[in-house]
């Protein structure tokens, strides 16, 4: 269930909450006594900052991942998935060390073994699942996953763990249990975003601000286009990037690329002796600026004039990162051409989304715009949807 898995999945209609209480139900009997949700995400921008303790904006998006949950005696874990229709238990052995469960239950278990890590009495607990977010497109499925079962766990068990320490402890859950090695963006991104706003977080010491991001007040839209890009081995290229990253703040000496400021790139960029880590040191140190010149505007009530720095960060992820694709790079054009204000792949690479930020009256004629655009190279056609800001994870009423 990696966010970075390929493929594309079509999810059942009808509401998500609804689904999972309904599936709960009629997997275990009886109403569940409560109900949890967990959105996914777009990364507004600051793209591969995260690792490398910089800045990033992601706002939650409103396709939610709804965890359906009551607790069950002694330490086992049930969990039934509307998207596999079947139910795994794993109990205290299982999660006693990293690997034990996989597939889509690794996310289930992983919390489970990062809160007994942490020192918490977990209860046993039978949860379903129902959701909204698209599996493999880079909009965080697995991050929605383990928000929304870290929410259920806390509140069954009268567990205690400020909002601020949630992130880590589900990230901790991808890293080790999973073995995805990513940063803090994702997880920080569904518990803590709020509705009408960006998310400014500082991955050093993970302090937020959030930003207003007002898309309806300002006439505008954020199209969200789905590349349906294959699978290009993402996690090995992910890793790699890392790699390089943290070979570059080696040999500047820094603790990581973050510690490099954007008057001292050419000086920095003069003293690495490999191209191929100047690229990468390059495309990190503008877009921690970036994004620090877009929360500027933001908070100037300017947002119009982000547009070009969306763009630009695009450029820098395809010419210095290395991480875009034909599909992502033709959306990216097709939909500048129409009109968009700027335009940027979004999440990890290798596929997955474009947002395009656009006039609110324009977003039809962009998306089609894109749809023709990819008909003419013979790509599969593109997804598309508008989004708005929208909640952190939460226990539903
Ligand atoms: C993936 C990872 C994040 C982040 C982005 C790139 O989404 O899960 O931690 O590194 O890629 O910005």
């Known amino acids: ?39 996914g995400r777009v990364n507004l921008i600051g793209e591969h900052t995260d690792y490398n303790e910089g800045f990033v904006l992601p706002f939650a998006l409103p396709m939610r991942t709804v965890v359906a949950a009551d607790r069950q005696d002694g330490e086992h874990w049930t ?58 497109s880079g909009l965080s ?7 929304a079962v870290l929410a259920a766990l806390l509140d069954l068990g009268g567990l205690a763990l400020a909002p601020a320490l949630q992130p880590r402890l589900a990230q901790r859950a991808e890293n080790v249990y999973v073995g995805a090695p990513t940063g803090i963006m994702d997880q920080s991104a569904s518990i803590r975003c709020r509705a009408g706003h960006a998310l400014f977080l500082d991955c050093r010491d993970e302090s937020v601000e959030h930003i207003p991001f007002d898309l309806g007040a300002a006439g505008l839209a954020v199209l969200v286009i789905d590349s349906r890009a294959p699978h290009r081995h993402a996690d090995g290229e992910y890793a790699s990037r890392r790699r390089s990253c943290e070979a570059g703040a080696s040999a500047l000496g820094v603790a990581a690329l973050r510690d490099v400021g954007i008057d001292q790139l050419d000086a920095a960029l003069a003293h690495l ?45 395809r010419d210095d990162f290395e991480i875009t694709v034909p599909e ?11 009109g968009a204000l700027g335009a940027r792949m979004t999440g990890g690479g290798f596929g997955g989304c474009v947002l395009a930020l656009v006039e609110a009256d324009r977003a039809d004629a962009v998306a089609a715009a894109v749809t023709d655009a990819y008909a003419q190279r013979g790509f599969t056609a593109p997804g598309t949807v508008t989004v708005l800001p929208s909640p952190g994870a939460a226990r539903l009423l």
């Open 1 to 39: 269930m990696s966010a970075r898995s390929g493929g594309t999945v079509t999810h059942p209609s009808g509401d998500v909450a609804e689904r999972a209480a309904a599936g709960f139900s009629a997997q275990f009997g009886g109403q569940a006594s409560g109900r949890w949700a967990a959105p």
């Open 79 to 136: 969990v039934w998935s509307e998207l596999s229709g079947e139910a795994i238990t794993f109990g205290a052995d299982d999660v006693a060390e990293p690997g034990r469960v996989t597939g889509w239950g690794a996310y289930v278990a992983g919390v489970v073994w990062a809160l007994r890590e942490a020192g918490h009495q977990v209860p046993g607990a039978r949860l379903a699942i129902a959701s909204d977010v698209p599996l493999g």
């Open 141 to 147: 499925s697995s991050a929605a996953l383990e928000s």
């Open 273 to 317: 002796d490999d191209e191929e880590t100047r690229r990468r040191v390059r495309h990190v140190v503008t877009e921690d600026q970036r994004v620090l010149d877009t929360v500027a505007l933001l908070r100037a009530a300017r947002v119009r004039d982000i547009g070009p720095l969306l763009t630009a960060s695009h450029v820098s992820m």
């Open 328 to 338: 992502v790079d033709t959306a990216v054009e097709a939909a500048l051409a129409a």
